[in-house]
């Protein structure tokens, strides 16, 4: 049951945003998180009924030092190609760089190489983990932290590289992420992050959900806000003067 609501709410995403063409070859950006992890099924499972043909294949960016035997399993057992890439980037975050607010410098590296290696694999697309919950948290962190109205889209093209990031999750909830890695045990690794637990998002995330608690429907409003064909561009000099 659980499959068949993520496959719908995919679906949906899929086909608003124009996400898969025929021949496309998508690798998933598998951290080995709940939220990848679910992905990486909801593809190969929608795979099968897509009315585009296209090959799926997975890869996993090791920050150093993580044993990923359980992807390798995994992925045999889905039949998914599984490529692991081992990277230096915890020990250039932490060690050398000693970064205060890690994430930025960690999700820049993580993104170079991950749309790097699918490129060398010659994929067309990398599709990766985030869902609906990521995107308020993102829309929100923009305003609050950097002072503007911004949030990661669902469709990026990215013509520099011939590559097209795609996010098929951002009709879904993490709860639902969180109900299908138990449900059908999916073998998740530990976050190695250091950061983890202890950052900026997840001061967010807390927020998010207080705010939804007293103000029920906010969240669902906040998302709203993304889809809302009003201009964001909301003190426009040049129309308004
Ligand atoms: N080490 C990695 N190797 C491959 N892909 C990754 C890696 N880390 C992140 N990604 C991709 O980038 C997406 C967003 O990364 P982020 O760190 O925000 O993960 P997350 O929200 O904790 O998700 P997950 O539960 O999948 O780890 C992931 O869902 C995944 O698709």
């Known amino acids: 049951m659980t499959m068949q609501k993520l496959l719908s709410k995919a679906r949906q995403a899929i086909q608003d945003f124009d996400m898969i063409q025929d021949n496309d070859k998508i690798a998933v950006g598998l951290s080995g998180g709940k939220d990848s992890l679910t992905l990486l099924h909801i593809l190969k499972n929608y795979q099968r009924f897509s009315p585009q043909k296209f090959e799926l294949i997975a890869i996993t960016l090791n920050p150093g030092g993580v044993d990923n035997s ?44 991950l749309n790097g290696t699918a490129k060398e694999l010659g994929c067309t697309k990398v599709a990766l983990g985030h869902h609906k919950d990521d995107a308020i948290e993102t829309f929100l962190m923009s305003m609050l932290y950097e002072g503007r109205v911004n949030c990661f889209s669902p469709k990026t093209v990215m013509d520099k590289q011939d590559l097209t990031i795609i996010r098929p999750m951002i009709y879904i909830e993490e709860y639902m992420t969180k109900k299908a890695t138990r449900e059908y045990n999916y073998p998740v690794i530990e976050n190695p992050c250091p950061a983890d637990g202890h950052t900026n998002r997840q001061n967010i995330k807390e927020l998010v959900q207080r705010l939804n608690k007293e103000m029920p429907g906010s969240k669902k409003n906040i998302f709203g806000a993304l889809n809302n064909p009003d201009k964001l561009f909301i003190w426009d000099k040049e129309k308004i003067k």
């Open 70 to 113: 359980p992807l390798y399993k995994l992925c045999e057992d889905l039949d998914v190609e599984f490529h692991e890439v081992q990277t230096n980037i915890k020990e250039i975050v932490f060690d050398i760089r000693k970064e205060k607010n890690p994430c930025s410098l960690c999700a820049n590296l993580r993104r170079g190489a």
